[in-house]
């Protein structure tokens, strides 16, 4: 049974909600966690770093954010060689 006093705006946040719903069910439960890991905020940081670069009006403000970029990609490398010494346990001990 329908509301028909429900005004347009309510009914267009009503049909977001039930496409939102939709697509979550629809997703695995691994592209959902993926959201806050670690590794998808460093992306997300390297990425807007990188934007802010091709930005960046002075040089001061672009050497900033060379080194943030460095800064990441370092510690992705070291997070991705700790994943990896991991799985080789993990295979060793199986």
Sequence with gaps: MSNNFINPTEKK????NKKKSE???NLPKEDLSQRRTIEAIRSRLF???KE???KAK???QRMFY???IKEITI???QDLKEKLKKEER???IF
Excluded: A, G, H, Q
Aim: charged residues 35%; hydrophobic residues 40%; aromatic residues 4%.
């Design 13 to 16: 946040i009503i049909l977001v």
């Design 47 to 49: 990425d807007s770093y």
């Design 66 to 68: 060379l080194r943030e």
């Design 52 to 54: 802010s670069l091709e």
């Design 58 to 60: 002075t040089l001061d």
């Design 75 to 77: 510690e992705i490398k």
């Design 23 to 25: 697509i979550c069910k």
């Design 90 to 92: 993990k295979n060793l």
